[in-house]
T-cell receptor, first 119, second 112 residues
């Protein structure tokens, strides 16, 4: 149980285009999902916290107009990289925190990641 | 602010060797500490955790002890297997906060 999927697993796009990445919790509901970014040989950096039915909370230094997050249902959050540029090339990872009292440790379950390459 | 420093990889060991991956942290308050593992093509999975000083987390033969005096949470396994080949991430979370702070990850390869 507690499986999180991401789609696509990799994407190549031209500079200036927008790319949407989906994060789905397959067998549980998640009020909260998280989006991370990972550069080569660096740690996962939290970009934003996505809450179902409300606006996402962005970390300092992350442009909310550049990285649009939509959490329209309890099983789906999307990250759209708008007007992508080569410096946006990275590995994007989502995680989902199951709703409910059973998750007393606030455990997060991670997706396999999406590799974005902007040409 | 919070930070996690872990041993740089890659680490290559022979099967049945002893494994240590070092992890030290800087945090305000009393964080919970975690080790996550990422197998090829899969998402990060929680391997083990410890929530207070001197706690030992263990799972699948791996162990890590929360050492407050040295601010460390080193991962150990007595006899590694080929199936342990993966990337290992050390992480922390402050009490009452759901945000995780990760180390850079250590790629481990076990050769038969």
């Amino acid at each position: 149980g507690a499986v999180v999927s991401q789609h696509p697993s990799w994407v190549i796009c031209k500079s200036g285009t927008s790319v949407k990445i989906e994060c789905r919790s397959l067998d549980f509901q998640a009020t909260t999902m998280f989006w991370y970014r990972q550069f080569p040989k660096q740690s996962l950096m939290l970009m934003a916290t996505s809450n179902e039915g409300s606006k996402a909370t962005y970390e300092q230094g992350v442009e909310k107009d550049k990285f649009l997050i939509n959490h329209a249902s309890l099983t789906l959050s999307t990250l759209t990289v708008t007007s992508a540029h080569p410096e946006d090339s990275s590995f994007y990872i989502c995680s989902a925190r199951p709703s409910g009292r059973a998750n007393s440790y606030n455990e997060q379950f991670f997706g396999p990641g999406t590799r974005l390459t902007v040409l | 602010g919070n930070s996690v420093t872990q041993m740089e990889g890659p680490v290559t060991l022979s099967e049945e060797a002893f494994l240590t991956i070092n992890c030290t942290y800087t945090a305000t308050g009393y964080p919970s500490l975690f080790w996550y593992v990422q197998y090829p093509g899969e998402g990060l999975q929680l391997l083990l955790k410890a929530t207070k000083a001197d706690d030992k987390g263990s799972n699948k033969g791996f162990e890590a002890t929360y050492r407050k005096e040295t601010t460390s949470f080193h991962l150990e396994k007595g006899s590694v297997q080929v199936s342990d080949s993966a990337v290992y991430f050390c992480a922390l979370r402050n009490f009452g906060n759901e945000k995780l702070t990760f180390g850079t990850g250590t790629r481990l390869t076990i050769i038969p």
